[in-house]
């Protein structure tokens, strides 16, 4: 008798897909700043580059005329990119809740729930100056100079204000006038206030202390180091200083080839820095050393130089004039092959 073989079971089993590599970020660094190379420009208007308020978006403001939040690739506006806003100075925190901004010769600050589209007006009664948020949010720092009555010269004064409520918790020391550039410190224990005209100062944020008079003047713009533990400044004379936060002592000093500097930034390593100004290179240093090993030319004036926040490129704004008003543009270079897989 035959007998039939039951049918096999077909067994399937379940497709896997290979695994999509990942894209490895190269950090600049004091190793490898050779290799960087100018990738791509695009005409804009700028005269502040922030980083944020979300990741691989960048905020830019044109003194008085706009600010834009665009991508960070393509210098695209993105959805909700604010308007009609003509700030001479603008922040927004990290996490993009809060944004707080002066208009030009305003006596007053504009504090922003954006979410909750409150707006909270800060007086000081004089002519605002820059302004920043701790790391966290929860803090707003702003500075203005003020010209009372028999005091011709006025005196220039910061502030930080408790975010969420407007609610005024510390006025710090005055000092001469001046254009002030408040900076927090990435752990946000430390505020950093320079001055177009005076010392920089550090600041307990928790107290509102004076912690440190840094022994130089005339500082244009500052940037913490990403441990915290350093401060680097840009000079009116074109030098560029190094801080020791701790002690609040000068560990180096150089000369750009900027008869003036504006703006310095710190790679994300912590091991290179970048200058720009006006009339000479975009400049990248050995932190630790304060020697140059690289120059970049991008134009006569260039306004703000910032590595963007995984620390692989470097963006500048620029003009080739020293009025600002020929060939504004946006700069981006980046390490030979990019993003390497």
Not at 140 to 154: H, Q, R
Not at 212 to 220: D, F, I, K, Y
Not at 311 to 323: E, P, V
Request: proline share 5%; hydrophobic share 40%; glycine share 10%.
């Amino acid at each position: 008798m035959l007998r039939r073989c039951p049918l096999a079971l077909l067994v399937v089993l379940p497709a896997f897909a290979a695994p999509v590599p990942k894209k490895v970020v190269t950090p600049i660094t004091a190793a490898n700043t050779a290799d960087l190379r100018l990738v791509k420009e695009v005409a804009r208007r700028a005269s502040s580059v922030q980083l944020g308020p979300a990741s691989g978006q960048l905020t830019l403001v044109d003194y008085a005329r706009s600010v834009e939040v665009v991508d960070d690739v393509e210098f695209k506006p993105v959805k909700d990119s604010p308007t009609g806003l003509k700030p001479m100075y603008l922040a927004t925190s990290a996490d993009g809740k809060y944004r707080a901004w002066v208009e030009q010769k305003a006596p007053k600050y504009l504090l922003e729930d954006v979410a909750g589209k409150k707006t909270t007006e800060i007086e000081f009664g004089g002519s605002g100056s820059s302004c920043a948020f701790s790391p966290d949010g929860k803090t707003l720092a702003i500075g203005y100079n003020v010209f009372p009555p028999g005091m011709p010269n006025g005196f220039s004064e910061s502030r930080l204000y408790d975010t969420a409520t407007g609610k005024l918790l510390h006025t710090l020391e005055q000092d001469g006038q001046g254009g002030l550039t408040p900076v927090f410190s990435p752990d946000g224990k430390t505020l950093a206030v320079g001055n177009r005209n005076h010392p920089t100062k550090l600041y307990d944020v928790k107290t509102g202390k004076v912690l440190h008079t840094l022994n130089r003047a005339m500082t244009q713009g500052i940037a913490f180091s990403p441990d915290s533990t350093k401060l680097a400044a840009a000079y009116v004379d074109g030098k560029v200083a190094v801080w020791d936060v701790a002690s609040g002592e000068k560990l180096g000093e150089a000369k750009s080839s900027c008869e003036e500097l504006y703006s310095v930034d710190w790679g994300k390593t912590g091991d290179v820095l970048a200058t720009s100004g006006r009339n000479g290179k975009v400049e990248v240093w050995d932190a630790a050393k304060l020697t140059v090993l690289k120059e970049l030319d991008v134009g006569f004036w260039v306004i703000a130089v910032r590595f963007t926040i995984d620390g692989s490129r470097l963006l500048t704004a620029s003009a080739s004039d020293h009025a600002a008003t020929a060939d504004r543009k946006l700069s981006v270079f980046a390490l030979i092959g990019g993003l390497k897989k």
